[in-house]
C-alpha cells in the first residue's frame, strides 16, 4: 500500500514510551487490516513522525520536540518464527518526507519540496534548450509536459509568489523563442490574453495553478 498516512492522537498524559508503543499497535493494526484485503505494508518504506510539544517562553510558544529530547523508537513484532523484530524509520518533525510525490514536513516547512521544483525546472529548460523542437512540438511540450506538471503539485504546496516566479523563469528562458517570442518580452504581453495582442502563457502564482478556471488563472491585461 503506498502513500498512506495514518495518524494516531496521543494523550498528553502519556510518556514518550507509551505514545510510541500506542503507534506500534497502531501500525500493527494497520498491517492485519492490509493482510485481510490482500495487501502488505513495506516496513522498510515506513516512516514514523511524533510531534511532542513543549512550551518556551513562560508557556507560551509551543514547538516540537526532537528526537533527541524524546528518544525511542517504534518496533514492529515478527509475524512468524522465521522473521526478526524490525525498527521503523523515525523522522524529525521538519524532515519532508515523499508523498504522492511532494515532499511535506509535518511542520510544515517547503524549502525541501521548493528547491526539488527548482532544480526540477532547471533540468527540464536545459532538456529543451538542447533539444530542436518546431513552434507546434513545444507548444505540446508546454501544455503537455510543463502545465501538467505543475498542475500536479502547485495545489498541494504552499510556495510564495517570489518562489513561484522563480521556478517558472527557467522555463519561460527557453520556451518563449521556441515559439516566436523575445524571452524579454513585458510579462503584461507574455501573460495577456491573445484576444489582446498577448502572448496568452499561465503566470502560476501561489492562488493560481496552471489550468486557467481551475484555479483563476492570475494574468495581466495588455496595456491599449
Partial sequence: MDDTVNKESLSRDKTTKEKLEQLQHTLLQWRRILHITGGDLEVSKTVVYL?????????????????????????????????EHVTVTRREHSYAE????????????????????????????????????????????????????????????????KQCEKIQTPVYQVILPKLGYNRHIPLAIRYGPTSLGGAGRRRCTPRAGP????????TKAVPA
Wanted: charged residues 20%; hydrophobic residues 35%; contains cysteine.
Fill in 211 to 218: 489550468r486557467g478556471s481551475a484555479y483563476a488563472t492570475a
Fill in 98 to 161: 515523499r508523498y504522492v510525490g511532494v515532499r511535506i514536513a509535518p511542520n510544515g516547512q517547503m524549502k525541501t519540496e521548493y528547491l526539488f521544483r527548482l532544480n526540477q525546472a532547471i533540468e527540464l529548460s536545459e532538456k529543451l534548450s538542447h533539444s530542436y523542437l518546431t513552434r507546434a512540438e513545444t507548444t505540446i511540450a508546454y501544455y503537455s509536459r510543463w502545465l501538467s506538471l505543475l498542475g500536479f503539485y502547485l495545489p498541494i504546496t504552499c510556495f510564495t509568489e
Fill in 51 to 83: 510531534l511532542n510539544y513543549i512550551f518556551a517562553d513562560g508557556g507560551t510558544t509551543p514547538l516540537y520536540q526532537t528526537i533527541e529530547n524524546s528518544p525511542g523508537d517504534v518496533v514492529m513484532k515478527p509475524e512468524m518464527d522465521t522473521d
